[in-house]
């Protein structure tokens, strides 16, 4: 596959769509529009990829979109809307799968197509944030795994709420405290890990950071301070009893 970018018209055609398919959630799919010439482009940097069947997780699409990059030996346009607008729509069957009955539930906007005028809240957007959540920790993207583990349609509460903070998603020592504390050694969710965990986690590290370097700090080590908090507590032991066992 041949990666293009929408034009304005293109991420207004998109949007058309959208909100067609929410009045008529069993609409087809516009796959016409991807290779429109009134509607797209190519990229300034070519890039192509082969499209897997699927993915199996926000991390193995990210690992996947950054591969095709560096094969092509192009950065991906993180920042280009229309390119990320494309993108969704060429694996919509993926970002917004049918149920049983053919039918789609597309979300609000903003999980397909980054709003410029509100770039804060761009991680909403399913692909462009699960790349660059990859591409932030590209070193070691499994210190990322907390919001990556799940799957492209379904990022999750617990995701959300640890990517729409960006002092904690920027910072490799917090996420991968929060990837130790939210994912098992299998790679699964912990229970207790939700998105209310996460508020809590994440007004823990303000506080915390004031006084301890947690980035400089290993994740076994850094949990053991949060371990006086009443609603992190439980999920701090089970985490550390793991290491312990493992």
């Given at each position: 596959?041949?990666?293009?970018?929408?034009?304005?018209?293109?991420?207004?055609?998109?949007?058309?769509?959208?909100?067609?398919?929410?009045?008529?959630?069993?609409?087809?799919?516009?796959?016409?529009?991807l290779t429109n010439p009134q509607l797209t482009e190519p990229l300034a940097n070519q890039i192509e990829a082969q499209l897997p069947a699927a993915f199996a997780s926000r991390m193995e699409f990210a690992r996947w979109l950054h591969a095709g990059g560096s094969a092509s030996r192009a950065d991906v346009p993180r920042d280009d809307v229309g390119f990320w607008a494309w993108l969704s729509l060429a694996l919509f069957d993926q970002v917004c799968p049918a149920d049983v009955a053919g039918k789609r539930k597309p979300g609000a906007d903003a999980r397909h197509i980054i709003h410029a005028a509100d770039w804060k809240r761009r991680y909403r957007h399913l692909l462009q944030n699960a790349y660059e959540i990859y591409y932030l920790h590209r070193d070691d993207p499994s210190r990322a795994l907390v919001g990556l583990v799940n799957p492209l349609h379904k990022p999750g509460e617990l995701t959300e709420q640890i990517n729409g903070r960006q002092e904690i998603v920027t910072c490799p020592g917090c996420m991968s405290l929060a990837t130790f504390l939210c994912v098992d050694s299998q790679g699964n969710r912990r229970k207790g890990a939700s998105g209310e965990f996460a508020n809590k986690f994440g007004k823990s590290v303000n506080r915390i950071s004031r006084t301890f370097d947690l980035p400089a700090m290993q994740p076994v080590e850094s949990a053991k301070l949060f371990l006086h908090q009443r609603k992190l507590k439980k999920l701090v032991e089970v985490a550390l009893a793991g290491e312990a066992s493992g």
């Open positions: 596959m041949k990666f293009r970018r929408f034009n304005e018209a293109g991420i207004a055609a998109f949007g058309e769509f959208l909100a067609t398919l929410r009045a008529s959630p069993a609409a087809p799919v516009p796959n016409d529009l």
